[in-house]
């Protein structure tokens, strides 16, 4: 496809149950970030890959949540043992640059928690 | 944590007017983007400047950067109600890797 693609676009799940959110890159783009954005609030940074070198965790919330990226392109966001708070929309971005310049964007997965 | 400070939190103006919105951030950057969110979810990358330039056009937009103040500002000018939506400064800054992080975000209202 043309652009970042992300599955499923929404998903509630129970609390306690773990969920894993896909996200398919633009082909060829190097650099990969997950986002998460509370309802009417900024873009709260989680985690961010760059080619093979190892991702910059430091912003996932807790050790509930993990990323991984294979083959340096489709990425996994796994939320384990899922709380209320986790409820939000999760934004993956993908870009070509090395310096963190024009993330592209997609339409994001809406978690509800109940 | 977040790294940039847009304000104001919301602005409503009239069609045909200018629109400025500032971002405030904290730590030397590599650069600044600007980035709109309409309702729904994605955002979209509107323009970028460089933490060694000053001031950067893109039709309507004109962004200026002060990295002695560690700020920047989007002027919106002849604003038009299609403008209405969220706008968001992003820096990109070395960790090892370069991390772009982005503020609040100005909630833009334009009145037609």
């Known amino acids: 496809g043309a652009g970042v693609s992300q599955s499923p676009s929404n998903k509630v799940t129970e609390k306690g149950k773990d969920v894993e959110l896909r996200c398919d890159p633009i082909s060829g783009h190097t650099a990969l970030y997950w986002y998460r954005q509370s309802l009417g609030q900024g873009l709260e940074f989680l985690i961010y890959?760059?080619?093979?070198?190892?991702?910059?965790k430091s912003g996932l919330p807790s050790d509930r949540f993990s990323a991984e990226r294979t083959g340096g392109s489709v990425s996994t966001l796994t939320i384990q043992r899922t709380q209320q708070e986790d409820s939000a929309v999760y934004l993956c971005?993908?870009?070509?640059?090395?310096?963190?310049?024009?993330?592209?964007f997609g339409s994001g997965t809406q978690l509800s928690v109940l | 944590s977040q790294q940039g400070e847009e304000d104001p939190q919301a602005l409503s103006i009239q069609e045909g007017e200018n629109a400025t919105m500032n971002c405030s951030y904290k730590t030397s950057i590599n650069n600044l983007q600007w980035y709109r969110q309409n309702s729904g979810r994605g955002l979209v990358h509107l323009i970028l400047?460089?933490?060694?330039?000053r001031e950067k056009h893109s039709g309507r937009l004109r962004v200026t950067l002060d990295t002695s103040k560690k700020s920047s500002s989007l002027l919106i000018t002849a604003s038009r109600a299609a403008d209405t939506a969220s706008y968001f400064c992003?820096?990109?800054?070395?960790?090892?890797?370069?991390?772009?992080?982005f503020g609040a975000g100005t909630r833009l209202f334009v009145k037609a």
């Open positions: 400047i460089r933490s060694n330039e």
């Open positions: 971005a993908s870009s070509l640059s090395r310096q963190g310049e024009k993330l592209f």
């Open positions: 890959f760059q080619g093979n070198s190892a991702p910059d």
């Open positions: 992003a820096t990109a800054y070395s960790t090892g890797g370069f991390k772009t992080i």
